[in-house]
């Protein structure tokens, strides 16, 4: 075995490009492999070109008589938005200080790792009819699927902020006999929270597309308007709906994006 080691070592290190021509021959496996089981009929999907087009032209021109509509269903999406990214955040925080290697117990990190697992196991869609069930249609099951739907990724995004922690400065705490939750607010929340409000306003911008995906299963919003006029075949107010989210996304976008560049330069 040591020989077949030493054999190896030498081989890679006398011709570099066998090991990249094998990874590349690994990666082609893959994708030839995943493209296999997914059956793509490409000659149906040339002979489907002209059905997308006759969908399209459908939804052309936009019927601006439901703009005020569009309006007030996005000010929902938004309000459940932030709602739903506030409550999640505030949620998130002391599952990633349970998940994080640097500050945890083995068995603590198992438990809230294992959590964060279940919830990001269970899709957005899921989780809208679950509490569509529990609370009826409307906003309110919106806010609440975008609440647990937000703690599987901030938790993550919290976690992996934590573990980057400069692990001098919790040593000396722990030196002086911090306790852990003195450890977590002077050590810890100081350095990460630049970058966890970064993550945050990533979040509540794709929180609005996730609210429009929530609205289909009746979880309010622009989402349920917009399955509304799909399903009754006015197609030119839906084209209405999404452009209304499509200017609101953007401008969200432009915004957030440069606040995270901001905290990004404070950390």
């Given at each position: ?12 290190h ?7 021509l094998?990874v ?9 492999w995943?493209?296999?089981?997914l059956?793509?009929?490409?000659a149906?999907l040339k ?9 399209i ?8 008589e439901?703009?005020?509509?569009a ?10 938005s ?7 955040a505030?949620i998130?925080?002391p ?33 809208g ?28 995004f ?14 000396s705490?722990?030196v ?11 050590g810890?929340?100081?350095?990460i ?17 996730a ?19 799909i399903?009754?075949f ?8 999404m452009l209304?989210?499509?200017v609101?996304?953007?401008v ?16």
């Amino acid at each position: 075995m040591k020989n077949i080691q030493l054999f190896w070592f030498k081989f890679s290190h006398y011709y570099p490009w066998v090991r990249w021509l094998l990874v590349l021959a690994g990666v082609v496996a893959v994708y030839t492999w995943a493209l296999s089981g997914l059956q793509v009929d490409f000659a149906l999907l040339k002979d489907s070109y002209p059905y997308i087009v006759d969908f399209i032209s459908r939804l052309f021109p936009p019927n601006l008589e439901v703009v005020d509509i569009a309006i007030k269903a996005l000010i929902e999406t938004v309000q459940m938005s932030l709602w739903g990214t506030t409550i999640g955040a505030i949620i998130s925080l002391p599952i990633a200080i349970a998940s994080s290697r640097n500050i945890a117990p083995q068995w603590l990190r198992w438990l809230a790792n294992f959590l964060q697992n279940i919830v990001r196991s269970v899709p957005s869609i899921v989780l809208g009819l679950l509490f569509v069930a529990a609370t009826g249609l409307g906003a309110p099951a919106g806010m609440l699927a975008l609440s647990i739907y937000t703690i599987g990724y901030l938790a993550k995004f919290y976690q992996e902020a934590i573990e980057a922690v400069n692990p001098r400065s919790l040593e000396s705490l722990r030196v002086i006999g911090a306790s852990p939750i003195q450890i977590a607010q002077y050590g810890i929340l100081p350095q990460i929270l630049p970058l966890g409000l970064g993550y945050t306003l990533w979040m509540f911008e794709y929180n609005i597309r996730a609210a429009s995906v929530l609205g289909v299963v009746g979880a309010g919003g622009i989402g349920f308007q917009l399955k509304s006029y799909i399903d009754g075949f006015e197609y030119t107010k839906a084209t209405t709906m999404m452009l209304v989210l499509l200017v609101v996304v953007t401008v969200i976008d432009v915004i957030s994006s440069h606040l995270r560049h901001k905290l990004e330069s404070m950390s």
